[in-house]
């Protein structure tokens, strides 16, 4: 406060040339958190362009092996008792017609429908695909956020 006393006997426009140093650097942190709110909007941009793709598939069927895994499986239907058997054995291992140990080993795939089971009491196509859209929304935005991390941004 002094050196500014000093200098307006000097230069009586010190009081502006402050103000305007000050505005200065307001605007420079107002750039700072627009350039972070742009960085989120590019992560949320993407990830509703995701979204918008992969929301069609909420009114689909199942297809290919999804069966294996809902109806023509022993264990989701058991919902959450089943947790110890989904994770210790192979997927295939809980087909009904026959059992098979073949190595695939796919245990949260078979949670997820487990969960749905218990919380639905039922398969339902439009139920899988929207937590599978849900879950894929939440995968990009955390992709998005981890790469602005890694790459300083």
């Known amino acids: 406060m002094f050196i500014i006393m000093l200098k307006r006997q000097f230069d009586p426009d010190i009081s502006k040339k402050c103000k305007m140093k000050n505005t200065v650097k307001k605007s420079l942190s107002v750039l700072k958190s627009k350039s972070g709110l742009i960085k989120n909007l590019g992560i949320i941009l993407i990830s509703v362009l995701a979204l918008s793709i992969y929301f069609q598939t909420k009114n689909f069927e199942y297809t290919l092996d999804d ?19 989904i994770f210790s054995n ?64």
């Open 90 to 153: 192979g997927s295939l291992n809980f087909f009904t017609p026959q059992p098979s140990n073949s190595g695939t080993y796919r245990p949260l795939t078979l949670l997820s429908f487990a969960i749905e089971y218990e919380l639905f009491d039922s398969f339902n196509p439009s139920v899988s695909h929207t937590v599978n859209i849900v879950l894929y929304l939440i995968l990009t935005i955390l992709l998005g956020l981890e790469l602005l991390h890694l790459t300083g941004r």
């Open 67 to 85: 069966q294996v895994y809902t109806y023509n499986n022993s264990a989701t239907p058991k919902g959450l008792n089943a947790i110890a058997d």
